[in-house]
């Protein structure tokens, strides 16, 4: 009889999953956490071989093995390399789930605790981001940057070194007619993050789908999706946000948009988790996606630019050609390609404020490849990504800028005189 911690982490593990693992090692080159701390346990097949262990009641859920459990980013390019499908993904955050319930929290750590009581929250992540703006307008942020606070408050100036100038609120109409003839209606996710640093970047993926055919309609009072708490093990938590969130958009509507990598990547999910929710999520799509087969009125840009493949985008929608395609039709870009492309960048929600260390080393990595190419733009598409990349080109002294792949498209449309 196994003991009963094994029964906790039970349930909800999918064990015909887990024992697909033939421990071949084919995943452990392709992982982030390795390729820094060079760990057996901090790989997917050693991480794998911990949570059997625990499932079967062979070993204790201990601090150690919740730490390494910790380090892991969820970037799921075991996913993308492992022979034998094993959903590493899933499995890692059901067993999260079962160290929430052994510890009964997401995650024990203050500051975790911190973020993920305010992330997943817009208005008290709207709160935040203002006080911040009038931080950085007071020349504040540069008290919070300097090394006296990274030494005495690191968290909190690495906080700081992230956060591009933070915009005044702007809000998306909550409908946006299409233009020319009308291909259907599409309602669009505003995310977190993306509505509270990168309010353009909504802005302009309405633009472009109202260009291409599509009433969109933006719910005013959508909230979270709940990705972090998901990838945190805080189902219940993850669960509510879902059903409140697929409440916002009814049953008339074609397609739902994101225009952020881990929000598509959970919400694509929710019928796994959310079983009544299936119909809603056959029904999300990457922006990406949708805009492919438009026909966009695209003037020239003359520019270079390399594409970062978001971790949640490649390896969760398993979306790498599509973006490409787009920017590929753009008149005068020249996109070049980006070694090791889909090398997470160490944003992963918030992974980058808990674990700054790991985060840096694989950001050094990912910088240096951009340097590699020459080019002066770095698209992704992902917030995180985006935020993560650019603290890296400010820190070397780059004038480099990263973008996210519909403000190309919108700088494109306009070049074109729409």
């Known amino acids: 009889m196994a003991p009963e911690a094994g029964h906790a982490l039970l349930d909800g593990l999918d064990m015909e999953g887990l024992r697909r693992c033939v421990h071949c090692g084919i ?14 346990m901090d790989t997917p097949r050693g991480r794998l071989y911990l949570m059997r ?59 975790a605790r911190l973020l993920y009581a305010i992330f997943p929250e817009p208005s008290r992540l709207s709160l935040v981001f203002r006080l911040l703006r009038l931080a950085q307008r007071t020349g504040l942020t540069r008290v919070m940057r300097s090394a006296t606070a990274a030494r005495l408050l690191p968290h909190l100036a690495g906080m700081a070194a992230l956060l591009p100038e ?9 409908l946006i007619p299409a233009q020319g003839r009308a291909r259907g209606r599409v309602g669009l996710l505003t995310g977190c993050v993306q509505r509270a640093l990168y309010p353009h970047v909504n802005r302009q993926t309405a633009y472009l789908l109202s260009v291409a055919g599509w009433d969109v309609i933006v719910p005013p009072a959508q909230g979270c999706c709940g990705a972090l708490d998901l990838h945190a093990g805080n189902l219940a ?29 959970a919400m694509k999910e929710y019928g796994h988790w959310v079983p009544e929710l299936a119909p809603f999520a056959e029904r999300v799509r990457d ?16 520019v270079t630019a390399t594409y970062h493949d978001a971790c949640h985008l490649a390896h969760g929608q398993k979306i790498r050609a599509e973006p490409r395609a787009l920017l590929g039709r753009i008149p005068a870009l020249r996109l070049v390609p980006l070694t090791e492309s889909e090398l997470c960048c160490g944003s992963a929600g918030v992974y980058n404020l808990l ?64």
């Open 27 to 40: 995943c452990v080159p392709q992982c982030p956490t390795y390729r820094v701390l060079g760990e057996e």
């Open 53 to 111: 262990a625990v499932a079967e009641g062979r070993l204790a859920p201990s601090a150690t093995f919740a730490r390494h459990l910790d380090l892991c980013l969820g970037c799921r390019a075991c996913e993308s390399a492992c022979p034998a499908g094993v959903p590493f993904g899933s499995l890692l955050e059901a067993t999260r789930a079962g160290l929430a319930r052994e510890r009964a929290t997401a995650d024990a750590r203050p500051l």
């Open 166 to 174: 933070i915009p005044a609120a702007e809000r998306v109409p909550a």
């Open 237 to 265: 938590t993850f669960r509510d946000r879902a059903r409140a969130l697929a409440a916002m958009f009814g049953p008339d509507l074609d397609t739902i948009v994101t225009n952020a990598a881990g929000c598509g990547s």
């Open 287 to 302: 922006v990406s996606e949708v805009l492919l087969d438009a026909e966009l009125p695209l003037g020239p840009l003359p």
């Open 355 to 418: 674990e700054p260390q790991v985060a840096d080393r694989l950001l050094e990595m990912k910088v240096a490849r951009v340097v590699e190419t020459g080019a002066r733009l770095v698209v992704a598409g992902n917030p995180g990504c985006i935020l993560q990349i650019a603290k890296g080109c400010r820190q070397r002294g780059l004038e480099i800028e990263v973008v996210h792949p519909v403000e190309l498209l919108a700088r494109s449309v306009r070049a074109a005189g729409r």
